[in-house]
């Protein structure tokens, strides 16, 4: 099984004072123990990277990389996934959705992935499952 990952689901994990916390732990526990394929993309790693970095330093950052990128399965982006973005950001109007999120959704219906390792209501809002596992 393939989920998708975003930055509110890896900043929650790595963030031991968020609300999510304890709920972003629990599904990464299952994931790891159900052989679950977590899928994410470059946009989505430079993006958890600066949240890391302005919000709470560098050694979250360098926790992510040492301990969580190399679990997953990245999707770079090139200018074809940039423009099938900004292409999807800009037909559905909707200015709360970020650039990342246009490109995860994108990435998502190409790979077929129905959940998300998310916190974020804007995957549900475009037709996602947040996963749910504990």
């Given at each position: 099984?393939?989920?998708?990952?975003?930055?509110?689901?890896?900043?929650?994990?790595?963030?031991?004072?968020?609300?999510?916390?304890?709920?972003?732990?629990?599904?990464?526990?299952?994931?790891?123990?159900?052989?679950?394929?977590?899928?994410?993309?470059?946009?989505?790693?430079?993006?958890?990277?600066?949240?890391?970095?302005?919000?709470?330093?560098?050694?979250?950052?360098?926790?992510?990389?040492?301990?969580?990128?190399?679990?997953?399965?990245?999707?770079?982006?090139?200018?074809?996934?940039?423009?099938?973005?900004?292409?999807?950001?800009?037909?559905?109007?909707?200015?709360?959705?970020?650039?990342?999120?246009?490109l995860s959704f994108e990435i998502m219906e190409d790979f077929q992935i129905e959940t998300a390792f998310a916190f974020d209501k804007h995957f549900e809002e475009n037709g996602f499952r947040i996963a749910a596992?504990?």
């Open positions: 099984m393939n989920i998708f990952a975003d930055t509110s689901g890896f900043f929650a994990l790595l963030v031991k004072n968020d609300d999510m916390h304890v709920r972003a732990r629990k599904n990464f526990s299952y994931f790891a123990e159900n052989n679950v394929q977590l899928v994410t993309s470059s946009f989505v790693l430079v993006e958890t990277t600066a949240l890391l970095q302005h919000r709470i330093g560098l050694s979250p950052v360098n926790d992510f990389n040492s301990k969580i990128l190399p679990l997953l399965e990245i999707v770079w982006v090139d200018e074809k996934w940039y423009a099938k973005a900004v292409q999807r950001l800009v037909a559905r109007s909707n200015r709360d959705v970020s650039l990342v999120d246009a596992f504990q």
